[in-house]
T-cell receptor
Framework: DQQVKQNSPSLSVQEGRISILNCDYT??????FLWYKKYPAEGPTFLIS?????DKNEDGRFTVFLNKSAKHLSLHIVPSQPGDSAVYFC????????????FGKGTTLSVSS | DSGVTQTPKHLITATGQRVTLRCSPR?????VYWYQQSLDQGLQFLIQ???????AKGNILERFSAQQFPDLHSELNLSSLELGDSALYFC??????????????FGPGTRLTVL
């Protein structure tokens, strides 16, 4: 049973527009969420994270929103750039326990110029 | 560059064989995690070591084993290989375990192909 789900395998966006990537989770015990970006032939790289005590975290063009009641988080990229084209993975964990990350299957973002 | 190194980059072997994947964590990181990414799958957690001790186990098959050495590098041993073991294997490291130490940095991965 998948605990972290990214239901959209792919997303295409034009340069300059907003990209919204979505993620749902089933385990209400998760209290720390992360987004990783992955280019082909490279390992995932950390992008942004959010603790369950917050509902928003911003870092430059990237903002993550968390809706605990809906068990849903989203990553907003504004404005989108062609270099953002990559696979984006949502991950969840139990913060204090330091457990391993539970990943979704990823969403491939394509930003066209 | 995350600072996590993995060798080899590619590995091609036959069914029934045994291979060893190696990972060196970032300088100062005590925790090492192993993940498997099969086709169309997300990253599946296999096993975690912290300062030489096994900390947590995920979906790791009995044919697979790992260890972390005193210099903190880690090895993942895969034996009696099957076609379905073909995948990308990632190693990640973090400073510690729990709290703010849980952000993990990933290596570039080892692509294993079993023929």
């Amino acid at each position: 049973d998948q605990q972290v789900k990214q239901n959209s395998p792919s997303l295409s966006v034009q340069e300059g527009r907003i990209s919204i990537l979505n993620c749902d989770y089933t385990n209400s015990m998760f209290d720390y969420f992360l987004w990783y970006k992955k280019y082909p032939a490279e390992g995932p790289t950390f992008l942004i994270s959010i603790s369950s005590i917050k509902d928003k975290n911003e870092d430059g063009r990237f903002t993550v929103f968390l809706n605990k009641s809906a068990k849903h988080l989203s990553l907003h990229i504004v404005p989108s750039q062609p270099g953002d084209s990559a696979v984006y993975f949502c991950a969840a964990s139990l913060y204090q326990a330091g457990t391993a990350l539970i990943f979704g299957k990823g969403t491939t973002l394509s930003v066209s110029s | 560059d995350s600072g996590v190194t993995q060798t080899p980059k590619h590995l091609i072997t036959a069914t029934g064989q045994r291979v060893t994947l190696r990972c060196s964590p970032r300088s100062g990181d005590l925790s090492v995690y192993w993940y498997q990414q099969s086709l169309d799958q997300g990253l599946q957690f296999l096993i975690q070591y912290y300062n030489g001790e096994e900390r947590a186990k995920g979906n790791i098959l009995e044919r697979f084993s790992a260890q972390q050495f005193p210099d903190l590098h880690s090895e993942l041993n895969l034996s009696s290989l099957e076609l379905g073991d073909s995948a990308l294997y990632f190693c990640a490291s973090s400073v510690g375990t729990g709290g703010s130490y849980n952000e993990q940095f990933f290596g570039p991965g080892t692509r294993l192909t079993v023929l």
